[in-house]
Antibody, heavy 118, light 112 residues
Framework: ELKLVESGGGLVQPGGSLRLSCAAS????????MHWVRQAPGEGLVWVAR????????GYVDSVRGRFTISRDNARNTLYLQMNSLRVEDTGIYYC???????????WGQGTLVTVSS | DVVMTQSPLSLPVTLGQPASISCRSS???????????VHWFQQRPGQSPRRLIY???KRESGVPDRFSASGSGTDFTLKISRVEADDVGVYYC?????????FGQGTKLEIK
């Protein structure tokens, strides 16, 4: 069964940085686009970033563009999200997700909590 | 960005009764290959989201047939024929046709 395990969350001050990781297993990671989705406490879901299977094409929601960088290491089956210049409003659970080819699958990790607070 | 508007936002339902959630998009969600990229997710309390329906009406493996969905153009609907206690949670529609992908605000289903 496909498995996605996020890590790297924690408490950070406004203006600080964090790097999230998502370890993938039980599927051919290098074949799929990957995504980060976040959820602020008690709020809805927001798509944050996406990356193609080669790591050469990326996309970001406006609120994080220029501050966050999505990347991947296909040799290590790992997805990353480098988050800089963090703001209080970046607080939330960050999920990595895979949607297979052409949206024909949907798998999520358990999420990692990021708290931005002074 | 495409706006996905769900209604109702709160849905109290008696066990065994049907439930329906509407989702309207601000623009067409037909993708280049002709597929309509609307999906429905369920998020139970304290859990990650789980996709129930993909591409408007296709049910995920393992999802009870009490769940069905339909729609076209900009109007989409998720239906539960007989609500069970296990269905409590928040339901989201998602559009995957235009970047950035966007979710509806969520509909909180609770048992009366």
């Amino acid at each position: 069964e496909l498995k996605l395990v996020e890590s790297g969350g924690g408490l950070v001050q406004p203006g600080g940085s964090l790097r999230l990781s998502c370890a993938a297993s039980e599927f051919t990671f290098s074949q799929y686009w990957m995504h980060w989705v976040r959820q602020a406490p008690g709020e809805g879901l927001v798509w944050v970033a996406r990356i193609d299977n080669y790591g050469s094409f990326t996309g970001y929601v406006d609120s994080v563009r220029g501050r966050f960088t999505i990347s991947r290491d296909n040799a290590r089956n790992t997805l990353y999200l480098q988050m800089n210049s963090l703001r209080v409003e970046d607080t939330g659970i960050y999920y990595c997700a895979n949607f297979g080819f052409d949206w024909n699958d949907a798998d999520w990790g358990q999420g990692t909590l990021v708290t931005v607070s002074s | 960005d495409v706006v996905m508007t769900q209604s109702p936002l709160s849905l109290p339902v008696t066990l065994g009764q049907p439930a329906s959630i509407s989702c309207r998009s601000s623009q067409s969600l037909v993708y280049g290959d002709g597929d309509t990229l609307v999906h429905w997710f369920q998020q139970r309390p304290g859990q990650s989201p789980r996709r129930l329906i993909y591409k408007v009406f296709k049910r995920e493996s393992g999802v009870p047939d009490r769940f069905s969905a339909s729609g076209s153009g900009t109007d989409f609907t998720l239906k539960i024929s007989r609500v069970e206690a296990d269905d409590v949670g928040v339901y989201y529609c998602l559009q995957g046709a235009h970047w950035p992908y966007t979710f509806g605000q969520g509909t909180k289903l609770e048992i009366k």
